[in-house]
């Protein structure tokens, strides 16, 4: 099957700092990747649709200033936490749709967040 | 608004025992239902969706659209089906997917 991966796992960082996230799709091309959210002991709560070369798309709720999506090719979109805080402290996971219209979806390995 | 339940969090059956992970939905359009499936220290994946009406690793579920439910059952568990399982939908034609907040089966010797 395809494969999604996202780098790094796990990053510690300072208050204040900002944390990119990079998803790629490894053997196929993703106009489309989603980004997740998971608290702890709670549900992956979809965040942004990233479309490869447009803006992306949040949900409510989510602040796109905060969260800065970009997706510049077809096989990478990146997460960029700005100004980190401890509440941004969290499990985020990347997922990309191999071939358009086939509903199925390719999930990356996740990558926490520790914000101090 | 789109909303998955899964009322267990946690479910602990013995090896060779039937295992139901219940799912309800809330939609008021035509959902689309997944089951996705995490098992120890690997990524999620896709287990089954309702419309290829598969059964994948002997696990099966069936939509019941008047009780909005999206059960997934196994006849006879098996250790290796320990995991965290979680019911997915998804807007018809859309990618979009909202999931429930999981349940971890365990599966006992």
């Known amino acids: 099957g395809a494969v999604v991966s996202q780098h790094p796992s796990w990053v510690i960082c300072k208050s204040g700092t900002s944390v990119k996230i990079e998803c790629r799709s490894l053997d196929f091309q993703a106009t489309t990747m989603f980004w997740y959210r998971q608290f702890p002991k709670q549900s992956l709560m979809l965040m942004a649709t990233?479309?490869?070369?447009?803006?992306?798309?949040?949900e409510q709720g989510v602040e796109k200033d905060k969260f800065l999506i970009n997706h510049a090719s077809l096989t990478l979109s990146t997460l960029t936490v700005t100004s980190a805080h401890p509440e941004d402290s969290s499990f985020y996971i990347c997922?990309?749709?191999?071939?358009?219209?086939?509903?199925?979806?390719?999930f990356g390995e996740g990558s926490r967040l520790t914000v101090l | 608004a789109q909303r998955v339940t899964q009322p267990e969090k946690l479910l602990s059956v013995f090896k060779g025992a039937p295992v139901e992970l219940k799912c309800n939905y809330s939609?008021?359009?035509?959902?689309?239902l997944f089951w996705y499936v995490q098992y120890s220290r690997q990524r999620l994946q896709l287990l089954l969706r309702h419309i290829s009406r598969e059964s994948i690793k002997g696990f099966t579920a069936d939509l019941n659209k008047g009780e909005t439910s999206f059960h997934l059952k196994k006849p006879f568990a098996q250790e290796e089906d320990s995991a965290m399982y979680y019911c997915a939908l998804s807007q018809g034609g859309s990618e979009k997917l909202v999931f429930g907040k999981g349940t971890k089966l365990t599966v006992n010797p």
């Open positions: 939609y008021s359009g035509s959902p689309e």
């Open positions: 990233s479309n490869e070369g447009s803006k992306a798309t949040y």
């Open positions: 997922s990309a749709e191999e071939g358009a219209g086939t509903g199925e979806l390719f």
